[in-house]
Each structure stands twice: as C-alpha cells, then as structure tokens.
C-alpha cells in the first residue's frame, strides 16, 4: 500500500483567489465610480484569521506574550491593504497574505522590544542606589554575576541594547541631562 497523502490544507487557496479575484472586481468598480471599497468577505476575512493564528503557532512566534496583538495587527494590515493583492500578477493569495502577516509579526516585535528597552531604560535611571539589583538577586531573577541585570531581567540582549539606544548628539545644555532626556528627545 502507498502512503496516503493529506491533500487538505486549512486555507482552499483557489477558493481564495476566487474569492478575492471577485472582491478585487468590486473594488475596481467602486474605485472607478467614486465610491468608497467595499469590506472584504466573510471568507476572506476567515482566511486572514486562520494564517495569523497558524503562523503564530510557529517557533519563532508562539513564545511571545503579546502573540494577540501581532494576530491582531497583521489581520489589520491585511484588511487595511487587501485591495494591493493583483489576480493579474498572482494567483497565490495565500503566499501574499502569509508574508504580509510574517511582517505585520515582525513589525509588532520591534515594537514590543522598543517598549521593553524603555522600561529597562527607566529602570536603570531611577535604581542609582542599586536597589533593585539587590532584590533581583536576592530572589534569584538575576545572575548575580551578571554584567546587567536590567537586562537580564528585562531579557534584553546587548544588540537589542545597541538597536535602540538613542545616537549620540552634540553636547550642548539642552542634551545635557540623563539618557531617557536623550532617547525621548525635546
């Protein structure tokens, strides 16, 4: 007997392209006429949900504690830009749709990264009497050899650090001051 091979995949990818090939028609018509874009299909919205919530499920994703809010933004992006998916150019939607949500991902990390370092930031500005420090180590959320315990505590890594600290400028009296001053500008 030969393997039995799945041929059932979660999103029809020509039952979407239908879908969208039709809905693109709509939107031309409208777009021509004056009007405003017609909302996406039922179907068409599904589909969107079910590539973010399946490419969230991927190892380079699924630890993330903020995984609703990238789900949340790549289906935003893909409502939000839909009508730039041409059935003349492609029929693979799915291909489309999955890499625009790969980086609505990405998008939101950063994000999320750029928040943390700015705790981290805080953080280390306002502990000047290593208090913090202590009571990290003390309950074991710190190495106590650590180099940085902000940053082990906030997880940040030293490129992280670097991405986001703010460019140094010429020192003059208005950038004098501490380095939250610096990274949130005037």
């Not at 006429?33 to 949900?49: A, H, I, K, S």
């Not at 489309?96 to 500005?125: G, S």
Request: net charge negative; proline share 5%.
């Amino acid at each position: 007997m030969g393997k039995s091979k799945s041929t059932e995949h979660y999103i029809d990818n020509e039952q979407f392209y239908k879908e969208i090939s039709k809905w693109k028609k709509k939107v031309v018509e409208a777009e021509s006429e004056g009007d405003e874009r017609p909302p996406v299909t039922n179907y068409m919205g599904e589909c969107f949900m079910k590539i973010a919530e399946r490419l969230s499920y991927k190892p380079n994703f699924m630890n993330y504690p903020f995984r609703d809010e990238m789900i949340g933004d790549a289906i935003e992006n893909c409502l939000m830009y839909a009508h730039n998916f041409d059935p003349e150019k492609s029929k693979n939607p799915f291909s489309y749709f999955t890499q625009m949500i790969y980086y609505a991902f990405i998008r939101r990390i950063e994000k999320e990264k750029k928040q943390v370092y700015v705790k981290y930031m805080l953080m280390e500005e306002m502990d000047k009497e290593g208090k913090f420090t202590r009571w990290a180590e003390d309950n074991e959320l710190v190495d106590p050899e650590s180099n940085n315990p902000y940053a082990d505590y906030f997880n940040l890594s030293e490129n992280d650090i670097q991405k986001f600290k703010p460019k140094k400028k010429k020192k003059d009296k208005k950038t004098e001051g501490s380095t939250l001053d610096n990274f949130f500008g005037d």
